[in-house]
């Protein structure tokens, strides 16, 4: 199975602060990479797919990039509302595998 | 508008058995794979099986194979996942979620359902 592993695990932030959170996969992956938003007791919301597809309705300060084995999500200016924890996903090879996502802390 | 509505959590004791349903509405469900992804309390995600469109093809994270089966009928327009021999670390919300095809996403997903293995 291809692992993901994310950094940092969990980090602390202030509103406006631009905040980037690495993924890295065990072997290459192309573009098949996603990100999901999740907040306390809700089901996950995705944000970006294939690396760097913003969804639409997803705020444009939210942006992916990468390809192979290492990928980055970037909130450019951090709102109130994006204080969650943010999972990577590699859909390369079934079943999909996550990584084990970021809490993003208000500092 | 595309609705998954999972059902069939509940506490169960180790070595029980416990089938979970997810009814679909809102879109060609025999269109899709569809997966299911559990939580563990204060973990994160694991897609623990996906099964392909026509049910050709099915896929499961090694720590729940040979113990649980995704199943589906198009039909019906539900999916479904039967879990044999249960654990505590099975312990978890378990969500359905349309997708899970390579190159693919998990675009819509339920609200999820608890599964509780205690004695």
């Known amino acids: 199975d291809i692992q993901m592993t994310q950094s940092p695990s969990s980090l602390s932030a202030s509103i406006g602060d631009r905040v980037t959170i690495t993924c890295r996969a065990s072997?290459?992956?192309?573009?098949?990479l996603n990100w999901y938003q999740q907040k306390p007791g809700k089901a996950p919301k995705l944000l970006i797919s294939?690396?760097?597809s913003l969804q639409s309705g997803v705020p444009s300060g939210f942006s992916g990039s990468g390809s192979g084995t290492d990928f980055t999500l970037t909130i450019s200016s951090l709102q109130p509302e994006d204080f969650a924890t943010y999972y990577c996903?590699?859909?390369?090879?079934?079943?999909?595998?996550f990584g084990q996502g970021t809490k993003v802390e208000i500092k | 508008e595309v609705q998954l509505v999972e059902s069939g959590g509940d506490l169960v004791q180790p070595g029980g058995s416990l089938r979970l349903s997810c009814a679909a509405s809102g879109f060609t469900f025999s269109s899709y794979t569809m997966s299911w992804v559990r939580q563990a309390p204060g973990k994160g995600l694991e897609c623990v099986a996906s099964m392909k469109e026509d049910g050709s093809e099915e896929k499961y994270v090694d720590s729940v194979k040979g113990r649980f089966t995704i199943s589906r009928d198009n039909a019906k327009k539900s999916l479904y996942l039967q879990m044999n021999s249960l654990r505590a670390e099975d312990t978890a919300v378990y969500y359905c979620?349309?997708?899970?095809?390579?190159?693919?996403?998990?675009?819509?997903w339920g609200q999820g359902t608890v599964v509780s293995v205690s004695s």
């Open positions: 072997q290459s992956i192309s573009s098949y």
């Open positions: 979620a349309r997708g899970g095809a390579i190159g693919g996403f998990f675009k819509h």
């Open positions: 996903q590699q859909t390369y090879s079934t079943p999909p595998t």
């Open positions: 294939a690396a760097s």
